[in-house]
């Protein structure tokens, strides 16, 4: 997602990477941000134990900059604390709680992180969603017809479907959240990415167009979109945020604080939104599809002291485990060992380079940088063996993709120095300053961005400032048509699982979502190929072609893909670590017999 990104903060503390639209995460979605090291679903863990507030999802995602250093033991009010959680489960009251993170917006047009697709995602809805083994499947369209040349998609919407209030939704409503979202005033960071292939949303975006051309609304029930050209992952990008349905009264009522109270149609609806408390959702009682909710409400805690140690008191139902807890929730001897969850996650984290500032400039430096680090030794050492190493750009785990044969970047301390002399800058000392930008609060960095910033100097001899900046800023400097950053930290989730959501999303010349500002004529007519295949095995060895010339021109350095791990109370049911951010909480309940 552009902003969307499911991009990820690169958080190094908690081991849960989570991360929707939800595409950048911070070292944290859309693709997204996310914030690393927590990912789709950005309940990061900080120092004091508390939430990482970073995180983008295809989203982007952020990994943590602070580890937890609780000492993982249970406060002396566990027995009272224990009492009160069996009470509560006994009396049959559906209410989960878990950690979260402050979200930098609830408007889906805008959300291009992971920590906002967590709320996002289960307080609106859109045409199609996801099952929780990934399937695609029907949300508030009821069913669909895809034309002879696959151009022409006709939806029909869901007559059960409703809002929050009880208003139902029309194929109308979908027409003007479509026209919203592309609307340049607006400004939605993520419509072009995810909305870009139906006719006539670019021309909205760009001022030249009053409405969108590719969306038409034939009756109530029945909606019409055109794309330009025939597109695999189409119904796919159908499921982020910047697609999902609004309420045109509940918006334009509202105003700027809009999102305070939303109309959504999601499983959930927001009852509460406190900064200091955290965010509550309850149960929406209109919700259109099975399952229906059974959970009465969801608190996301923002506070409260150690996430781990409120879990072991039995306050919270579901927590992320920081990397000083890692040992002893692996350890089979440990009681906690039995709640330990552990899933793969479709995000990597890696350090990009703007390739439009010296020395990121040279393709040499920047397959230098690659070769300096050794990044075996730098994430088992720092992440304690809990994470994959990551030589490339696509998830291992991504469905009906592999490339068995890509030749990484591997450690090669003295071919790095070689680059550095047949670059144009012929030695290190003729290098500007340079900064690499994280997310943080300006406390201590990550390990991982530690360990980086030091074997950069042993091997090369280069001087690294590290430049913090909190979530929300990272993400709209980031997003700027001209990124500031010369070398930044992050992460990116799967908004959808398809290599196209992070080959062409985060390296097309022509993508706002990338940030490198990396531009390769080969690379783009490849990616376009690769857009319209039909033929699943040749499209496959397109992405393939395509993930190696990203490699060898090194605009990133892969670091390691995700890897989540929580744990979860006895008492929860139905409860699943997605590889993504999507909707999951209407599967869950709470039982009412004791562990």
């Known amino acids: 997602m552009e902003n969307k990104e499911r991009f990820i903060p690169l958080i190094a503390v908690v081991l849960v990477i989570c991360l929707c639209a939800t595409g950048l995460v911070g070292v944290v979605g859309g693709g997204a941000i996310f914030q690393a090291l927590s990912g789709g ?110 151009t022409v998609y006709t939806f029909q919407i869901n007559e059960d479907a409703k809002f929050h209030n009880g208003k139902p939704v029309r194929a109308q409503d979908f ?119 059974q959970l009465e409400r969801i608190h996301f805690t923002f506070g409260g002291g150690s996430a781990m140690i409120r879990y072991e008191n039995d306050e919270l139902d579901i927590t992320p485990v920081g990397i000083n807890d890692i040992e002893r929730v692996t350890d089979p001897t440990n009681l906690l060992n039995a709640d330990l969850e552990i899933a793969t996650e479709l995000a990597v984290f890696y350090i990009g380079f703007n390739v439009n500032q010296p020395p990121f400039d040279d393709p040499k430096v920047r397959q230098a940088f690659n ?86 100097k042993d091997v090369l001899g280069v001087d690294i400032a590290i430049q913090q900046t909190d979530w929300p800023t990272f993400l709209a400097d980031i997003s700027q048509e001209e990124n500031p950053y010369q070398m930044y930290q992050l992460g990116w989730i799967a908004d959808y699982p398809d290599p196209q959501n992070f080959l062409d999303i985060l390296f097309h010349t022509e993508s706002r979502q990338n940030h490198t500002g990396y531009s390769n004529e080969e690379l783009d007519a490849i990616l376009d190929e690769a857009g319209v295949e039909q033929d699943p095995e040749q499209r496959v060895a397109l992405y393939r072609e395509a993930e190696q010339l990203i490699i060898d021109e090194a605009p990133w350095v892969p670091l390691h893909f995700g890897l989540e791990y929580e744990l979860v109370k006895p008492w929860v049911q139905g409860y699943s670590l997605t590889p993504m951010v999507i909707p999951k909480y209407q599967y869950v309940y709470i039982s009412e017999e004791s562990p």
């Open 175 to 293: 027409k003007w959240s479509f026209e919203r979202a592309c609307d340049f005033r607006t400004g939605s960071t993520t419509a072009d990415t995810y909305l870009g292939d139906i006719i006539g949303c670019r021309d909205k975006l760009r001022g030249r167009a009053e409405s969108v051309e590719g969306v038409q609304v034939i009756d109530d029930q029945t909606l019409e979109i055109t794309i330009d050209a025939p597109k695999a992952y189409f119904l796919d990008k159908l499921t982020y945020p910047t697609a999902y349905v609004l309420d045109r009264e509940n918006v334009e009522r509202g105003g700027r604080t809009w999102t305070d109270t939303p109309n959504g149609t999601g499983p959930f609806k927001l009852e509460s939104f406190d900064l200091a408390d955290g965010i509550v959702l309850a149960k929406n009682e209109n919700y259109y599809r099975d399952p229906r909710p």
């Open 41 to 150: 679903n950005q309940e990061e863990v900080a120092q004091d134990g508390e939430p990482s507030q970073e995180k983008e999802s295809g989203s982007e995602k952020a990994e943590s900059t602070t580890e937890d250093e609780t000492d993982g033991q249970p406060d002396s009010n566990n027995s009272q604390t224990s009492e009160a959680s069996e009470s509560r489960r006994s009396s049959g009251e559906q209410v989960l709680a878990l950690p979260g993170g402050d979200p930098p917006t609830l408007d889906p047009h805008l959300s291009g992180d992971a920590t906002s697709a967590v709320y996002v995602v289960e307080i609106y809805s859109g045409l199609l969603t996801y099952d929780l083994d990934l399937n695609l499947i029907p949300d508030l369209a009821a069913s669909w017809e895809v034309s002879d040349d696959r």
């Open 371 to 456: 070769l300096a680090l050794d990044k075996e030794k730098i994430i088992n050492v720092v992440y304690k063996e809990t994470q994959t190493v990551a030589q490339g750009i696509v998830p291992p785990d991504m469905p009906a993709y592999s490339n068995p044969n890509l030749s990484a970047l591997n450690y090669d301390p003295d071919r790095a120095l070689e680059l550095i002399a047949e670059s144009t800058y012929g030695d290190v000392s003729e290098f500007p300053e340079i900064t690499l930008y994280t997310t943080g609060a300006g406390g201590s960095p990550a390990r991982i961005t530690e360990a980086v910033i030091a074997s950069y």
